[in-house]
């Protein structure tokens, strides 16, 4: 009987290893008809599949393709309307190559043990939605990126879940672009937007990476209701706009970071309603033109509010939980300028490593001098009318009567039980 | 006696201290170091560049682009060497002595599109196979327009 169960166990441990499908994925692309749709079996298959027509690859529950060599699992050239769906990918190099497409869906996909998740080039229409890609835990100089696109136009990457890679979503020479609803963690940049126009940025979640949203050289974007949380380390940044032009920051939460958003060589960036919660620095400007401006953002346990070199930029109208100035007209605004100038924030924009003292009691007192001094000056970085109460977000209690309910008789029968037990 | 031991040891620290200062290339740092100019993290070793301060100091690059802006913005008086990746070799060479090729489909950090190489007869070896390109010494990279090409 032991022999038996022993040998089911040994032909179960040896069914569960790799098993590779009949169907034969190549042969069914090349047979099929422009337009068709092919639904490959559960199962697991080794190879590189070349798409050069119009189709849609569907996977059942289980379809695993595994890329041979250092070739990608699928490679998709010049052709229009490709959906790929449901499916585990993995491989050596990349899981996807794109290029030249005209109408490109990823949806459901799963990519894993994999150098670079997505490439595509070259590209419109671009959608992809679902998409997890989980990279190894080497340090992200010897990975390649979640999504990379390059040169490619009306792109929409939503509903990613990326984790362990370079960079997230790396993005160059993209034309109308949105990202939306991704969460990315503990990779190099969470997004990277390179030289790219008219981009959105929606809803994202940007947890212990490098850095949150890195923005080089783009214009036109606009970047809403993300939350950037936990970039600390030396170089950490929750988001960093190099070289932007024209750039809309709003609604975002942006907590515990080194510094919350960086502003450098950057003109025309509005920072509006922005909730900065305890980050080191909450907003840094280096070379940032005079229409730049931070207004209407709460303040809340930041070590240091602002800092930027001597040009600065706009603060309007924000709530500083450090402000300590008095409201006679009541109006909900503060009486007296609120001056967010630091002579050491100063310095440490121009030597980092100065923040290893940032709450030391020299500094400490170096800044509240500060305050005190450029009340009375015309400086950068002072806020004429500080707002004196945050926003308070008031929610409705709604009442759940079915937890009502539940509770009230889970009170009775207790009750019950114990009267019960005293009769006893 | 005593008298000649202190002219030769006067002699010595004169020597010393007027010989040539030399500057070597240091070893990039992943996890901290970070490009003087755009503040990327250096993770393509491959294209990175570095300047060797007089006062010992260095600052990072990782793309050449970046390396010319700096020398732009701060001049070249306090330089005490400059240091760019060959492409081929992926090793440190002179950025003053160095051959540059120009392509617009070349891509580096910055998308600049300009690669280094030690000689011209290594770069034009390159362009052989990777595709023609301009070819550039330092001189051209003062005058050059920094930024992408479409």
Redesign the interface.
């Given at each position: 009987m032991v022999k038996k169960i022993g040998s089911v166990l040994l032909f179960l441990l040896f069914m569960s290893q790799t098993v590779y499908a009949d169907f034969d994925i190549q042969k069914s692309i090349d047979k099929a008809k422009p337009g068709a749709t092919i639904t490959i079996p559960a199962g697991q298959y080794e190879g590189n599949f070349v798409l050069t027509k119009k189709i849609t690859l569907r996977g059942e529950q289980g379809t695993e393709l595994v890329a041979l060599g250092d070739e990608p699992v699928l490679r998709i050239d010049n052709t229009a309307t490709v959906t790929i769906e449901n499916m585990t990918l993995s491989g050596n190099k990349q899981a996807i190559v794109a290029s030249g497409v005209d109408g490109l869906e990823l949806r459901y996909l799963n990519i894993k043990d994999i150098h670079t998740g997505v490439h595509i080039q070259r590209s419109k229409n671009v959608q992809i939605q679902h998409i997890e890609v989980a990279g190894n835990k080497e340090?992200?100089?010897n990975k390649g990126n979640g999504l990379a696109i390059f040169k490619s136009e009306d792109v929409v990457v939503e509903d990613a879940n990326i984790d362990h890679v370079?960079d997230g979503i790396y993005v160059?020479?993209v034309k109308n672009l949105l990202v939306q609803n991704n969460k990315i963690s503990n990779s190099?940049y969470g997004t990277h937007f390179?030289?790219s126009s008219n981009a959105q940025a929606f809803h994202n979640t940007y947890q212990n990476n490098?850095t949150g949203l890195?923005i080089?050289?783009t214009s036109d974007i606009s970047i809403k209701s993300n939350h950037l949380e936990n970039h600390n380390g030396?170089?950490g940044?929750g988001m960093?706009l190099?070289?932007v032009q024209q750039a809309v920051v709003e609604l975002n939460t942006i907590m515990n970071n080194r510094t919350g958003v960086?502003l450098?060589k950057s003109t025309g960036i509005q920072i509006e309603c922005n909730d900065f919660r305890m980050n080191q620095t909450a907003l840094e400007g280096m070379k940032v033109d005079g229409t730049s401006m931070a207004s209407n953002n709460i303040f809340t346990g930041n070590i240091m509010t602002a800092r930027s070199d001597q040009q600065g930029f706009l603060l309007a109208n924000n709530y500083y939980d450090d402000y300590s100035g008095i409201d006679l007209e009541n109006d909900g605004i503060g009486d007296v300028p609120y001056v967010a100038v630091s002579s050491f924030g100063q310095w440490m924009v121009r030597q980092p490593v100065y923040q290893y003292f940032v709450a030391s009691p020299s500094v400490v007192l170096l800044t509240s001098l500060d305050q005190q001094i450029n009340k009375t000056e015309n400086t950068v970085l002072v806020d004429d009318a500080p707002k004196l109460r945050m926003k308070q977000i008031t929610k409705i209690n709604e009442m759940n009567f079915k937890q009502l309910l539940i509770g009230l008789l889970i009170v009775i029968a207790s009750m019950c039980l114990w009267k019960r037990g005293m009769m006893e | 006696m005593k008298k000649w031991i202190l002219i030769v040891v006067v002699c010595c620290v004169i020597l010393v201290s007027c010989r040539e200062k030399t500057y070597g290339p240091r070893e990039i740092v992943?996890?901290?170091d970070?490009c003087k100019i755009?503040?990327?993290?250096?993770?393509?070793?491959e294209y990175a560049g570095q300047i060797a301060l007089k006062n010992g100091d260095y600052e990072i690059f990782d793309d050449l682009g970046c390396l010319m802006e700096y020398i732009h913005a701060n001049g070249e008086d306090e330089i005490g060497a400059a240091f760019i990746k060959d492409t081929i070799k992926n090793e440190w060479i002179d950025v003053f002595k160095a051959t540059f090729v120009y392509n617009m489909e070349y891509w580096t950090p910055?998308?600049y599109g300009v690669l280094a190489f030690e000689t011209k007869d290594s770069a034009i070896e390159w362009m052989a196979t990777k595709g023609d390109g301009q070819v550039l010494v330092y001189k051209d990279l003062l005058d050059f327009n920094w930024g992408?090409h479409?």
């Open positions: 340090h992200y100089s370079q160059e020479e190099r390179m030289y490098v890195m080089m050289m030396l170089n940044y960093l190099y070289d960086a450098q | 992943g996890e901290t970070v755009c503040n990327m993290s250096i993770v393509h070793h910055m998308n992408i479409q």
